[in-house]
T-cell receptor, first 112, second 114 residues
């Protein structure tokens, strides 16, 4: 079935550093979503991408829809302690936007 | 307002109990979803309702029974659950038509089956 890979699996960075993570698949996707999840809470939508090559920003976050439509990248600039959490990518292949598959997540820790 | 609410926040139930999880959104979204999430794992899709009709059932056991009474409400009825069903149950909603498919999640119900 559909499967997404995320890397790195986890990362420890110093406050103020920039962060890069990615999401890849062997299949083509039509939509990519990036979520952040804090412990015991639901995922919060960060960025949605709908077109190959699209680059979208949300504050210190920037995400890109890969040209091949098989990957997406999320960058966080000038990390702060509240960036700690698990970052999930989610991809959707069909045209109805209903059946998303989630990647395994990247766990981010920010050291003061 | 991008809020999806879920009740209860926590639920402990025995294997012979019957309980229900509730989800509500007032964003005018016409698609609503139930996901199950185990610790340190991504959410797994269980059910999708589109225009109050069940459109996707990801081979979920019949001890989970979804219900969509109207376009704002989504329930998940639970009966004869197993301890391995303990998880965070997440509800989400999204617009169905148009060009955007963002799914907005609720805070989840933490379910423990004893």
């Amino acid at each position: 079935g559909q499967q997404l890979n995320q890397s790195p699996q986890s990362m420890f960075i110093q406050e103020g550093e920039d962060v890069s993570m990615n999401c890849t698949s062997s299949s083509i996707f039509n939509t990519w979503l990036w979520y952040k999840q804090d412990p015991g809470e639901g995922p919060v939508l960060l960025i949605a991408l709908y077109k190959a090559g699209e680059l979208t920003s949300n504050g210190r976050l920037t995400a890109q829809f890969g040209i091949t439509r098989k990957d997406s990248f999320l960058n966080i600039s000038a990390s702060i302690p509240s960036d700690v959490g698990i970052y999930f990518c989610a991809g959707q292949k069909d045209n109805y936007g209903q059946n998303f598959v989630f990647g395994p997540g990247t766990r981010l820790s920010v050291l003061p | 307002d991008t809020e999806v609410t879920q009740t209860p926040k926590h639920l402990v139930m025995g294997m012979t109990n019957k309980k229900s999880l509730k989800c509500e959104q007032h964003m005018g979204h016409r698609a609503m979803y139930w996901y199950k999430q185990k610790a340190k794992k991504p959410p797994e899709l269980m059910f999708v309702y589109s225009y109050e009709k069940l459109s996707i059932n990801e081979s979920v056991p019949s001890r989970f029974s979804p219900e969509c009474p109207n376009s704002s409400l989504l329930n998940l009825h639970l009966h004869a659950l197993q301890p391995e069903d303990s998880a965070l149950y997440l509800c989400a909603s999204s617009p169905t038509a148009g060009e955007t498919y963002e799914q907005y999640f609720g805070p989840g119900t933490r379910l423990t089956v004893t």
